[in-house]
């Protein structure tokens, strides 16, 4: 699993022009799932997500959760967080998960993310979404296995 969080105060996401999720203050993230992911991993990814402090406190240190501050999730659907571009110049795809466990783990991310987050958004799997945000900071982080090791 491979997540892209961006601290943002607003972004959205539409779909044929018809905006299918929008949130404010709160975190845009990029959700792409592997071939070998589980419902186990999705629980640990959306753990450490959700207490992840890249908020700041009143002294201006990155110290508050989403959870702190009341925060919002918008969650879309990526499966070309995948690209491998080793080889040409043409990225190959062959590590992304299949779509139909890829879906619904998605599926399985959102629903456990809104038994702990008030507000939770999300994009539609598999469309063509045009994804707008206001990124704070820049704040970006990238969460892959790294983190877990």
Do not use: W
């Amino acid at each position: 699993m491979k997540l892209v969080i961006q601290r943002c105060q607003k972004a959205s996401v539409s779909v044929a022009g018809e905006t299918v999720g929008t949130i404010q203050n709160g975190l845009m993230v990029l959700i792409g799932v592997g071939k070998d992911d589980t419902e186990e991993i999705a629980d640990k990814y959306l753990k450490k997500l959700l207490q992840l402090r890249i908020f700041e406190d009143e002294n201006g240190k990155t110290n508050r959760s989403l959870k702190d501050v009341s925060g919002s999730l918008l969650l879309i659907s990526q499966f070309t967080l995948y690209a491998n571009c080793r080889h040409g110049n043409r990225p190959s795809f062959t590590d992304a998960g299949d779509p139909k466990n890829a879906e619904r783990l998605y599926k399985y991310l959102i629903a456990k993310a809104k038994e702990q987050v008030p507000i939770v958004e999300t994009g539609f799997f598999g469309a063509d979404m045009k994804v707008s945000l206001v990124n704070d900071g820049p704040f970006t982080i990238v969460l892959d296995d790294t983190a877990f090791a």
